[in-house]
């Protein structure tokens, strides 16, 4: 969780090297606990990554899909 507050500080205070170096962090503990899952038969990062695909065109019809959007 305090890798999401120190995103989300560096964000609002538009410090863009703090943000890259932030996100990293994260990016770190996202592929770490994707092997430890993977080594433990759970899952992989590539499902992780499929998840996260998916999720997006499921919500986002009117960019995905055929669907239009009544508004933004």
Known sequence: ????????????EKDY???????GDMLLHVVFHSQIAKENEYFEIWDVV?????????????????AKAKNS
């Not at 065109?57 to 009117?62: E, G, M």
């Open 1 to 12: 969780m305090e890798e999401c507050y120190e995103i989300i500080e560096a964000i609002d």
């Open 17 to 23: 090297e703090g943000l890259c170096e932030e996100l």
């Open 50 to 66: 499929d998840g996260i695909a998916n999720k997006m065109i499921i919500r986002h019809p009117h960019v995905f899909g055929g």
